[in-house]
T-cell receptor
Framework: DGGITQSPKYLFRKEGQNVTLSCEQN?????MYWYRQDPGQGLRLIYYSQIVNDFQKGDIAEGYSVSREKKESFPLTVTSAQKNPTAFYLC?????????????????FGPGTRLTVL | GNSVTQMEGPVTLSEEAFLTINCTYTATGYPSLFWYVQYPGEGLQLLLKATKADDKGSNKGFEATYRKETTSFHLEKGSVQVSDSAVYFCALSDGDNQGGKLIFGQGTELSVKP
């Protein structure tokens, strides 16, 4: 069954700690994305990666870091520099990989991780 | 830059009512347009899409037509059910190579009462 998995579903962090959110896909997609969603708001792009070993900052990258060592995996680390990390985090993937338009832009989403800072 | 504007929610309807959620966009090039749905506590699911002007996307009774002349992609359903209660997001991609990024509207919450 192809899809995107995120873990954990719920995550609690103490102030000053770094935490890493997992995102894995078996869709053979080249591109992967991380979004942040706050209550009553839309999605804001944190980082994205079009291909293995390459990634770009999105609109709100400060306080976050990522890696893309494998095609299937795109972990997000929320660092202590992120001032207000409590949010719902969504990972997505698409065929992407620099190809433009239509089906290549359709993104598939994971179930999300809810991060709460204690 | 490219942007998407959706009507503000929440939208509250009775079961079997007609639904319209407005979505307008600003974009250069020839974007593809999408509607995603998010049920409480879950990720987003693609509801429908249209890749060129005058295309009509449809799924599960929902429809939206890509109108280039009015830069709109309004979501409609003839008869809503309680199970349609969710948040709906309109999104666009640029026709040029933008790394496959999507730009999302702020979402419209729909609540359907029995």
């Amino acid at each position: 069954d192809g899809g995107i998995t995120q873990s954990p579903k719920y995550l609690f962090r103490k102030e000053g700690q770094n935490v890493t959110l997992s995102c894995e896909q078996n869709l053979n997609h080249d591109a992967m994305y991380w979004y942040r969603q706050d209550p009553g708001q839309g999605l804001r792009l944190i980082y994205y990666s079009q291909i293995v070993n390459d990634f770009q900052k999105g609109d709100i990258a400060e306080g976050y870091s990522v890696s893309r060592e494998k095609k299937e995996s795109f972990p997000l680390t929320v660092t202590s520099a992120q001032k207000n990390p409590t949010a719902f985090y969504l990972c997505a993937s698409s065929m992407g990989g620099g190809l433009a338009g239509g089906v290549y832009n359709e993104q598939f989403f994971g179930p999300g991780t809810r991060l709460t800072v204690l | 830059g490219n942007s998407v504007t959706q009507m503000e929610g929440p939208v509250t309807l009775s079961e079997e009512a007609f639904l319209t959620i407005n979505c307008t966009y600003t974009a250069t090039g020839y974007p593809s347009l999408f509607w995603y749905v998010q049920y409480p506590g879950e990720g987003l699911q693609l509801l429908l899409k249209a890749t060129k002007a005058d295309d009509k996307g449809s799924n599960k009774g929902f429809e939206a037509t890509y109108r280039k002349e009015t830069t709109s992609f309004h979501l409609e359903k003839g008869s809503v059910q309680v199970s349609d209660s969710a948040v709906y997001f309109c999104a666009l991609s640029d026709g040029d190579n933008q790394g496959g990024k999507l730009i999302f509207g702020q979402g419209t919450e729909l609540s359907v009462k029995p």
